[in-house]
Protein backbone atom coordinates (compact mmCIF):
# COMPACT_ATOMS: atom_id res chain seq x y z
CA UNK A 1 0.00 0.00 0.00
CA UNK A 2 1.32 3.67 -0.41
CA UNK A 3 2.03 6.11 1.28
CA UNK A 4 -1.14 7.61 3.34
CA UNK A 5 -1.95 10.96 2.49
CA UNK A 6 -1.49 13.28 5.33
CA UNK A 7 -5.03 14.14 6.30
CA UNK A 8 -5.71 10.13 6.32
CA UNK A 9 -2.50 10.03 8.71
CA UNK A 10 -3.50 12.78 11.20
CA UNK A 11 -7.30 10.62 11.65
CA UNK A 12 -5.62 7.37 12.72
CA UNK A 13 -6.10 6.78 16.31
CA UNK A 14 -3.52 5.39 18.66
CA UNK A 15 -5.26 2.19 19.46
CA UNK A 16 -4.97 -0.95 22.03
CA UNK A 17 -7.28 -3.71 22.62
CA UNK A 18 -7.94 -5.17 26.14
CA UNK A 19 -10.75 -7.68 26.93
CA UNK A 20 -13.90 -6.82 24.84
CA UNK A 21 -12.64 -2.49 25.39
CA UNK A 22 -11.33 -0.89 22.28
CA UNK A 23 -9.02 1.89 23.81
CA UNK A 24 -7.84 5.40 22.11
CA UNK A 25 -4.91 6.78 23.81
CA UNK A 26 -5.53 10.55 23.34
CA UNK A 27 -2.72 13.40 24.35
CA UNK A 28 -5.01 16.75 24.57
CA UNK A 29 -4.63 19.90 25.72
CA UNK A 30 -6.88 21.20 28.08
CA UNK A 31 -7.54 25.21 27.74
CA UNK A 32 -10.35 25.07 30.21
CA UNK A 33 -8.18 23.86 32.50
CA UNK A 34 -4.65 25.63 31.38
CA UNK A 35 -3.41 22.35 30.73
CA UNK A 36 -1.01 22.18 27.59
CA UNK A 37 -0.76 18.22 27.52
CA UNK A 38 -3.15 15.74 29.04
CA UNK A 39 -2.94 12.28 28.81
CA UNK A 40 -6.93 10.38 28.41
CA UNK A 41 -7.97 7.04 27.24
CA UNK A 42 -10.95 6.26 25.73
CA UNK A 43 -12.88 2.59 26.59
CA UNK A 44 -15.30 1.74 23.68
CA UNK A 45 -17.80 -1.14 23.57
CA UNK A 46 -19.98 -2.93 21.18
CA UNK A 47 -23.16 -3.07 21.98
CA UNK A 48 -25.06 -3.56 18.83
CA UNK A 49 -25.33 -4.57 15.39
CA UNK A 50 -26.32 -1.77 12.94
CA UNK A 51 -25.88 -3.62 9.61
CA UNK A 52 -23.40 -5.22 7.09
CA UNK A 53 -22.44 -4.16 3.69
CA UNK A 54 -20.47 -5.77 0.77
CA UNK A 55 -17.26 -5.52 2.66
CA UNK A 56 -17.87 -5.48 6.57
CA UNK A 57 -20.00 -4.92 8.82
CA UNK A 58 -20.90 -1.74 10.88
CA UNK A 59 -21.74 -1.98 14.79
CA UNK A 60 -22.55 1.16 17.38
CA UNK A 61 -19.77 1.37 19.89
CA UNK A 62 -20.68 3.15 23.75
CA UNK A 63 -18.00 5.09 25.83
CA UNK A 64 -17.74 3.74 28.88
CA UNK A 65 -15.12 5.55 30.25
CA UNK A 66 -12.58 8.58 29.46
CA UNK A 67 -14.62 10.35 26.63
CA UNK A 68 -16.07 13.87 26.30
CA UNK A 69 -19.40 14.80 26.98
CA UNK A 70 -21.79 13.96 24.05
CA UNK A 71 -19.85 11.87 22.21
CA UNK A 72 -20.74 8.59 23.54
CA UNK A 73 -21.61 6.79 20.83
CA UNK A 74 -20.48 6.49 17.60
CA UNK A 75 -21.16 3.57 14.23
CA UNK A 76 -17.45 1.72 13.69
CA UNK A 77 -17.48 0.02 10.25
CA UNK A 78 -15.09 -3.27 10.49
CA UNK A 79 -13.67 -4.05 7.46
CA UNK A 80 -11.74 -7.50 7.23
CA UNK A 81 -8.44 -7.08 5.18
CA UNK A 82 -9.39 -10.52 3.60
CA UNK A 83 -12.21 -8.95 2.10
CA UNK A 84 -10.50 -5.95 0.56
CA UNK A 85 -8.05 -8.14 -1.09
CA UNK A 86 -6.44 -5.59 -4.10
CA UNK A 87 -9.30 -2.76 -2.83
CA UNK A 88 -7.17 -1.39 0.19
CA UNK A 89 -6.67 1.83 -1.81
CA UNK A 90 -10.62 2.21 -2.42
CA UNK A 91 -10.44 1.95 1.50
CA UNK A 92 -7.80 4.81 1.82
CA UNK A 93 -9.45 6.73 -0.78
CA UNK A 94 -12.85 6.70 1.06
CA UNK A 95 -10.91 7.68 4.09
CA UNK A 96 -9.38 10.39 2.58
CA UNK A 97 -12.75 12.06 1.12
CA UNK A 98 -14.73 11.24 4.63
CA UNK A 99 -11.99 12.97 6.49
CA UNK A 100 -11.85 16.12 3.74
CA UNK A 101 -15.72 16.83 4.41
CA UNK A 102 -15.40 16.32 8.11
CA UNK A 103 -13.91 19.71 8.20
CA UNK A 104 -15.64 22.05 9.79
CA UNK A 105 -16.82 24.06 6.50
CA UNK A 106 -18.46 21.11 5.06
CA UNK A 107 -19.71 19.11 7.92
CA UNK A 108 -23.06 19.71 7.80
CA UNK A 109 -23.54 18.19 4.79
CA UNK A 110 -21.08 14.89 5.39
CA UNK A 111 -21.56 11.97 8.30
CA UNK A 112 -18.11 13.21 10.48
CA UNK A 113 -15.49 11.26 10.69
CA UNK A 114 -14.21 10.31 14.25
CA UNK A 115 -10.86 8.71 13.37
CA UNK A 116 -10.45 5.16 12.16
CA UNK A 117 -7.61 2.29 13.20
CA UNK A 118 -6.66 -0.65 12.03
CA UNK A 119 -5.26 -4.60 13.28
CA UNK A 120 -3.63 -7.01 11.28
CA UNK A 121 -7.06 -8.54 10.64
CA UNK A 122 -9.44 -5.70 9.87
CA UNK A 123 -9.82 -1.48 9.05
CA UNK A 124 -12.10 0.31 11.32
CA UNK A 125 -13.52 3.62 10.40
CA UNK A 126 -15.29 5.03 13.39
CA UNK A 127 -17.82 7.93 12.25
CA UNK A 128 -20.71 10.06 14.22
CA UNK A 129 -23.51 7.67 14.96
CA UNK A 130 -27.52 8.76 13.75
CA UNK A 131 -29.92 6.83 15.94
CA UNK A 132 -32.94 8.17 13.36
CA UNK A 133 -31.44 5.99 10.25
CA UNK A 134 -31.26 6.46 6.76
CA UNK A 135 -33.72 7.89 4.52
CA UNK A 136 -34.35 5.01 2.92
CA UNK A 137 -36.17 3.25 5.86
CA UNK A 138 -37.57 6.62 6.22
CA UNK A 139 -39.73 6.36 3.60
CA UNK A 140 -40.35 2.79 3.78
CA UNK A 141 -42.24 3.46 6.79
CA UNK A 142 -43.81 7.37 6.13
CA UNK A 143 -44.56 6.99 2.72
CA UNK A 144 -44.46 9.79 0.30
CA UNK A 145 -42.83 12.93 1.73
CA UNK A 146 -44.81 16.24 0.85
CA UNK A 147 -43.32 18.75 -1.33
CA UNK A 148 -42.11 21.61 1.13
CA UNK A 149 -39.99 18.27 3.24
CA UNK A 150 -38.75 16.98 -0.34
CA UNK A 151 -37.22 20.53 -1.25
CA UNK A 152 -35.54 20.93 2.10
CA UNK A 153 -33.92 17.20 1.64
CA UNK A 154 -33.47 17.81 -1.73
CA UNK A 155 -31.48 20.65 -1.05
CA UNK A 156 -29.38 19.88 1.84
CA UNK A 157 -27.97 16.63 -0.24
CA UNK A 158 -27.64 19.18 -3.62
CA UNK A 159 -25.15 21.68 -1.25
CA UNK A 160 -23.31 18.76 -0.23
CA UNK A 161 -22.98 17.73 -4.17
CA UNK A 162 -21.51 21.31 -4.65
CA UNK A 163 -19.33 20.98 -2.32
CA UNK A 164 -17.98 17.64 -3.47
CA UNK A 165 -18.14 18.51 -6.85
CA UNK A 166 -16.43 21.86 -6.66
CA UNK A 167 -13.13 19.84 -5.19
CA UNK A 168 -12.85 17.27 -7.77
CA UNK A 169 -15.02 14.65 -5.93
CA UNK A 170 -17.69 12.56 -7.08
CA UNK A 171 -19.94 10.28 -4.99
CA UNK A 172 -20.90 8.15 -7.56
CA UNK A 173 -23.96 6.46 -4.94
CA UNK A 174 -26.27 8.82 -4.19
CA UNK A 175 -29.56 7.36 -2.82
CA UNK A 176 -31.91 7.68 0.26
CA UNK A 177 -30.10 5.22 1.89
CA UNK A 178 -26.79 6.95 1.81
CA UNK A 179 -28.65 9.52 3.21
CA UNK A 180 -28.75 9.61 7.05
CA UNK A 181 -30.95 11.85 9.35
CA UNK A 182 -29.80 14.04 11.68
CA UNK A 183 -33.03 15.88 12.99
CA UNK A 184 -36.20 15.31 11.23
CA UNK A 185 -40.28 16.66 11.96
CA UNK A 186 -41.86 17.17 14.04
CA UNK A 187 -39.85 17.68 16.67
CA UNK A 188 -37.04 19.30 14.48
CA UNK A 189 -36.23 20.90 11.27
CA UNK A 190 -34.67 18.56 8.35
CA UNK A 191 -31.10 17.71 8.42
CA UNK A 192 -30.04 15.09 6.44
CA UNK A 193 -26.33 14.28 5.85
CA UNK A 194 -24.24 12.30 3.31
CA UNK A 195 -22.84 8.92 3.91
CA UNK A 196 -20.48 6.03 2.12
CA UNK A 197 -17.70 7.49 0.91
CA UNK A 198 -16.92 3.66 -0.62
CA UNK A 199 -17.25 4.48 -3.91
CA UNK A 200 -16.28 8.32 -4.03
CA UNK A 201 -14.03 9.04 -6.57
CA UNK A 202 -11.64 11.95 -7.25
CA UNK A 203 -11.49 13.46 -10.40
CA UNK A 204 -9.46 16.02 -10.86
CA UNK A 205 -7.98 17.54 -14.27
CA UNK A 206 -10.85 16.39 -16.14
CA UNK A 207 -14.28 15.27 -14.71
CA UNK A 208 -14.34 12.61 -17.36
CA UNK A 209 -10.94 10.98 -16.24
CA UNK A 210 -12.58 7.95 -14.46
CA UNK A 211 -13.75 5.42 -16.38
CA UNK A 212 -14.92 2.97 -14.30
CA UNK A 213 -18.48 2.55 -13.13
CA UNK A 214 -19.90 2.05 -9.68
CA UNK A 215 -23.48 2.86 -7.91
CA UNK A 216 -26.67 1.54 -7.20
CA UNK A 217 -28.25 0.04 -10.52
CA UNK A 218 -31.82 2.19 -9.84
CA UNK A 219 -29.98 5.17 -9.43
CA UNK A 220 -27.65 5.10 -12.60
CA UNK A 221 -27.66 7.44 -15.29
CA UNK A 222 -28.06 5.65 -18.65
CA UNK A 223 -24.39 6.17 -19.38
CA UNK A 224 -23.37 3.87 -16.58
CA UNK A 225 -26.14 1.83 -17.59
CA UNK A 226 -24.39 0.85 -20.93
CA UNK A 227 -21.52 1.28 -20.66
CA UNK A 228 -18.99 -0.85 -22.56
CA UNK A 229 -16.44 -1.95 -19.94
CA UNK A 230 -13.53 -2.64 -22.25
CA UNK A 231 -13.68 1.03 -23.67
CA UNK A 232 -11.52 3.81 -22.54
CA UNK A 233 -14.98 5.60 -23.16
CA UNK A 234 -14.51 8.63 -20.12
CA UNK A 235 -17.82 9.01 -18.06
CA UNK A 236 -18.77 12.74 -16.56
CA UNK A 237 -19.68 11.13 -12.94
CA UNK A 238 -20.42 14.30 -11.52
CA UNK A 239 -22.99 14.30 -13.92
CA UNK A 240 -24.21 10.61 -12.95
CA UNK A 241 -24.78 12.40 -9.23
CA UNK A 242 -26.94 14.81 -10.60
CA UNK A 243 -29.25 12.05 -12.46
CA UNK A 244 -28.85 10.07 -9.19
CA UNK A 245 -30.52 13.08 -7.01
CA UNK A 246 -33.35 13.54 -9.78
CA UNK A 247 -34.36 9.85 -9.20
CA UNK A 248 -34.18 10.52 -5.39
CA UNK A 249 -36.23 13.67 -5.81
CA UNK A 250 -38.71 11.95 -7.30
CA UNK A 251 -39.10 8.77 -4.96
CA UNK A 252 -39.22 10.74 -2.02
CA UNK A 253 -42.47 12.90 -3.89
CA UNK A 254 -43.83 9.80 -5.42
CA UNK A 255 -42.32 6.40 -3.09
CA UNK A 256 -42.34 5.24 -7.24
CA UNK A 257 -39.00 5.19 -9.49
CA UNK A 258 -39.20 7.29 -12.27
CA UNK A 259 -38.52 4.79 -14.61
CA UNK A 260 -39.86 1.28 -13.43
CA UNK A 261 -38.57 -0.47 -16.47
CA UNK A 262 -35.90 -0.29 -18.64
CA UNK A 263 -38.63 -0.14 -21.75
CA UNK A 264 -39.65 3.00 -20.12
CA UNK A 265 -36.41 4.00 -19.98
CA UNK A 266 -35.34 3.23 -23.17
CA UNK A 267 -38.44 5.02 -24.86
CA UNK A 268 -37.62 8.39 -22.91
CA UNK A 269 -33.91 8.48 -24.12
CA UNK A 270 -35.44 8.24 -27.50
CA UNK A 271 -38.26 10.53 -26.61
CA UNK A 272 -37.75 13.15 -23.79
CA UNK A 273 -41.77 14.28 -23.80
CA UNK A 274 -42.29 10.75 -22.44
CA UNK A 275 -40.98 11.47 -19.09
CA UNK A 276 -43.58 10.08 -16.37
CA UNK A 277 -44.75 12.95 -15.35
CA UNK A 278 -48.45 11.73 -14.07
CA UNK A 279 -47.02 10.12 -10.72
CA UNK A 280 -45.68 13.55 -9.96
CA UNK A 281 -48.79 15.10 -10.52
CA UNK A 282 -51.36 13.01 -8.30
CA UNK A 283 -48.73 13.98 -6.11
CA UNK A 284 -49.54 17.83 -6.32
CA UNK A 285 -46.29 18.44 -7.09
CA UNK A 286 -45.41 21.63 -8.19
CA UNK A 287 -44.65 22.92 -11.87
CA UNK A 288 -40.58 23.75 -9.97
CA UNK A 289 -40.65 20.71 -8.60
CA UNK A 290 -41.01 18.85 -11.75
CA UNK A 291 -38.71 21.06 -14.00
CA UNK A 292 -36.20 20.71 -11.46
CA UNK A 293 -36.25 16.86 -11.71
CA UNK A 294 -36.42 16.82 -15.20
CA UNK A 295 -33.56 19.17 -16.09
CA UNK A 296 -31.58 16.61 -13.82
CA UNK A 297 -32.23 13.68 -15.69
CA UNK A 298 -31.51 15.15 -18.90
CA UNK A 299 -30.70 11.78 -21.15
CA UNK A 300 -27.04 13.50 -22.37
CA UNK A 301 -24.87 14.19 -19.23
CA UNK A 302 -23.96 17.55 -20.93
CA UNK A 303 -27.67 18.94 -20.72
CA UNK A 304 -27.89 18.29 -17.34
CA UNK A 305 -27.94 21.08 -14.32
CA UNK A 306 -24.84 20.88 -12.72
CA UNK A 307 -24.75 20.79 -9.20
CA UNK A 308 -24.07 24.84 -9.04
CA UNK A 309 -26.77 25.52 -11.94
CA UNK A 310 -28.95 23.07 -9.68
CA UNK A 311 -28.68 25.53 -6.79
CA UNK A 312 -30.14 28.08 -8.91
CA UNK A 313 -33.16 26.41 -9.80
CA UNK A 314 -36.58 28.40 -9.21
CA UNK A 315 -37.77 24.71 -7.13
CA UNK A 316 -35.19 25.94 -4.54
CA UNK A 317 -34.59 29.48 -4.46
CA UNK A 318 -38.46 29.89 -3.83
CA UNK A 319 -37.37 28.83 -0.65
CA UNK A 320 -37.55 31.77 2.11
CA UNK A 321 -34.21 30.66 4.43
CA UNK A 322 -32.13 29.40 1.02
CA UNK A 323 -29.16 31.19 0.41
CA UNK A 324 -26.62 30.83 -2.15
CA UNK A 325 -22.90 29.10 -0.10
CA UNK A 326 -20.64 30.75 -2.46
CA UNK A 327 -19.74 34.09 -3.14
CA UNK A 328 -20.59 34.98 -7.02
CA UNK A 329 -16.98 36.52 -7.09
CA UNK A 330 -14.42 34.77 -8.69
CA UNK A 331 -11.75 36.34 -5.90
CA UNK A 332 -14.09 35.10 -2.89
CA UNK A 333 -15.07 31.84 -4.45
CA UNK A 334 -11.00 31.04 -4.85
CA UNK A 335 -11.31 30.54 -1.02
CA UNK A 336 -13.30 27.57 -0.91
CA UNK A 337 -10.96 25.84 -3.32
CA UNK A 338 -7.90 26.34 -0.42
Known amino acids: MSRLSDLVQDTRLSTSFENNFTIHHHNDSDDENHARSTWRLEYWKDTDHLGRGGCGEVWLQECVRGGKRGNDRRAVKVIPWRNLKDKREKYMTELEAIAKF ?37 MANAGPINEADAREISLQVLEGLSYMHRQGFAHRDIKPGNVLIRSQPPKSKWWVKISDFGISKRVEGSMNAVSSVRGTIPYMAPELLWHEPNTSAPINHQAADMWALGEMAYRILTQTAVFPTQNSLVNYLVNTSLFPIEKLCQQDASPDATSFIRSLMEPHPDKRLTAEKAMEHAWLTSMKDHRPHVSKSPALASLYAL
Request: proline letters at 3%; hydrophobic letters at 30%; charged letters at 25%.
Open 102 to 138: SQKRYSKCFVKLLGWYDTDSSLYIAMEYFPLGDLQKY
